[in-house]
């Protein structure tokens, strides 16, 4: 198998659970600031240019971070971060696709509106003039969230699982973007200190280390 990923929080959600499982996939760096992604060689294996991408050993593609690491837990890590049961995997979805739809959306929207703009607007379609709407909405589902989990310590209560892993990524990508988690939603706060404080926080801020790339 080979990962191709990139700058940017859902790439970084797939390193976090390859360090969080040890599961080893071959890597390639793709530079989505120069839109390596968005030229026809890359984009005949992802047709959206979406990074990160798993290619698999017969050729055949799987892209979208979430998917990528469903299909690693099932295949490659015995569930390790989905859970051991069907209803812990379905906990860990249903948290997944909360925190997709209330943050992860209106945050990366509101982003390509303001300050991604200038890097965005000749790719996909952007709402400037939605983005401080986009970014309200986001912080909204933040707070939502932040009653959901309560006093942990992780998202799901005493199982640290991918809902984890792609709360934190976008919440750090939010502080980086000028939409910082409010401290007043303390439960969040003592949570991403947990979360900050786990090996796997570190090895996966940088996409390029572990594929020859300098530190």
């Not at 990139?6 to 659970?17: C, I, K």
């Not at 005949?44 to 299909?71: F, M, N, Q, R, V």
């Amino acid at each position: 198998m080979k990962l191709y990923q990139s700058l940017g929080p859902n790439p970084r959600v797939v390193l976090m659970y390859l360090a969080e499982t040890g599961v080893a996939v071959d890597r390639q760096f793709i530079d989505i600031m120069a839109a390596e992604n968005r030229q026809p060689e890359f984009c005949t294996k992802s047709p959206l240019g979406h990074t990160p991408l798993l290619e698999l050993d017969d050729g055949s593609c799987i892209a979208e971070s979430i998917a990528i690491c469903e299909y690693l837990d099932e295949t490659a890590a015995g569930h390790a971060l989905l859970g051991a049961t069907a209803e812990e995997r379905a906990k860990t979805r249903m948290l997944a696709r909360i925190v997709d739809q209330l943050v992860v959306v209106p945050m990366t929207a509101g982003f390509r509106g303001a300050e991604g703009l200038p890097m965005f607007q000749s790719r996909m379609l952007c709402l400037p003039d939605a983005a401080a709407d986009l970014k309200r909405l986001a912080a909204d589902g933040l707070a939502s969230v932040d009653n959901m989990i309560g006093a942990g310590p992780w998202a799901l209560g005493a199982r640290f699982s991918l809902a984890d892993i792609i709360l934190y990524s976008f919440v750090e990508f939010g502080a980086m973007v000028g939409q910082p988690l409010d401290p007043a939603l303390a439960n969040l706060a003592t949570w991403r200190e947990r979360v900050a404080a786990r090996p796997s926080a570190a090895a996966s801020a940088n996409p390029k280390l572990g594929i020859g790339e300098p530190a």
